[in-house]
């Protein structure tokens, strides 16, 4: 059964940084690629960033490029997403995600809180 858990969340104002992390069991987490989401208030939830199995593919939202950056450590079966210059539409409840293959993410983590107070 694989289980995946966000931390790190939290209220932050405009301009501050946060770091989430994402710990994951079950199944074999070096071999795939994982992925953070999120959902604002009234939207869809939306991609945010993702990260191959070896971390060295890495891709972002045009809304997030050069303010988060997304990592991983496959010996402690974690993924994280530093968040840096934030602003108030930042704002979102953030999920992180592992994918099945070709952008299909099967497993979903309970998420966690972001608020950006401007």
């Known amino acids: 059964q694989v289980q995946l858990v966000e931390s790190g969340g939290g209220l932050v104002q405009a301009g501050g940084s946060l770091r989430l992390s994402c710990a994951a069991s079950?199944?074999?987490?070096?071999?795939?690629?994982m992925g953070w989401f999120r959902r604002a208030p009234g939207k869809e939830r939306e991609f945010v960033a993702a990260?191959?199995?070896?971390?060295?593919?890495?891709n972002y939202a045009d809304s997030v490029k050069g303010r988060f950056t997304i990592s991983r450590d496959n010996l402690k079966n974690t993924v994280s997403l530093q968040m840096n210059s934030l602003k108030p539409e930042d704002t979102a409840v953030y999920y992180c995600?592992?994918?099945?293959?070709?952008?299909?993410?099967?497993?979903w983590g309970q998420g966690t809180q972001v608020t950006v107070s401007s």
């Open positions: 995600g592992r994918d099945a293959g070709g952008g299909t993410y099967e497993y």
């Open positions: 079950g199944g074999i987490f070096s071999t795939y690629s």
């Open positions: 990260i191959d199995w070896s971390g060295y593919w890495r």
